[in-house]
Antibody, heavy 116, light 109 residues
């Protein structure tokens, strides 16, 4: 079955960087577009970034544009989110997600805490 | 971006009540609409996709309807396990960005 497993979260100081990974299995990874979505503590869901199946198209929420980079390694079935210049507002659970036609799959998330 | 407006933000109800949550899109998303249930400390759980298709394993008391710009999630008879926060999600295939409703917290009356 489809599985998305995020990792790489942790505690980081403001201004520092962190790289999240999302390991995929159970489907042909290279054929699908993927997204990152986050949820700050006590808040709603916020879309973060999109990448096309071949990485030729990438889009970002205004709140992370210029600081975050989404990428993928189709040879390793893995999605990434490189996060630079982190601020307190980036503290959140980060989820990777896939759309397959009308259906949707999500991972269980990895927690990023930005704290001094 | 396609803005989604979800209402109400909080809903107080009793076990056995019929509950309806509404989500409105600023422009037509045809039927690219999903509904999730989320409990504290857990990932969102997909309930409905394609506006009205029940995800496998989800109880039949949950149903979704609507198309275009107006959508509803209905719980026909609220059960104790249903007290949670619910989100709508537009994932229009013609848009590379997703948007979510603000959430509806269903509380015990």
């Amino acid at each position: 079955q489809v599985q998305l497993v995020e990792s790489g979260g942790g505690v980081v100081q403001p201004g520092r960087s962190l790289r999240l990974s999302c390991a995929a299995s159970g489907f042909s990874f290279s054929m699908y577009t993927l997204h990152w979505v986050r949820q700050a503590p006590g808040r709603g869901l916020e879309w973060v970034a999109f990448i096309s199946y071949d990485a030729t198209s990438r889009y970002y929420a205004d709140s992370v544009k210029g600081r975050f980079t989404i990428s993928r390694d189709n040879s390793k079935d893995t999605l990434f989110l490189e996060m630079n210049s982190l601020t307190l507002d980036d503290t959140a659970m980060y989820y990777c997600a896939r759309r397959d036609g009308y259906n949707l799959n999500w991972g269980q998330g990895t927690l990023v805490s930005v704290s001094s | 971006d396609i803005q989604m407006t979800q209402s109400p933000s909080t809903l107080s109800a009793s076990v056995g009540d019929r509950v309806t949550i509404t989500c409105r899109a600023r422009q037509s998303i045809t039927n690219w609409l999903a509904w999730y249930q989320q409990k504290p400390g857990k990932a969102p759980k997909l309930l409905i996709y394609k506006a009205s298709t029940l995800e496998s394993g989800v109880p039949s008391r949950f149903s979704g309807s609507g198309s275009g710009t107006e959508f509803t999630l209905t719980i026909s008879s609220l059960q104790p396990d249903d007290f949670a926060t619910y989100y709508c999600h537009q994932y229009n295939s013609y848009s590379s960005s997703w948007t979510f409703g603000q959430g509806t917290k269903v509380e015990i009356k």
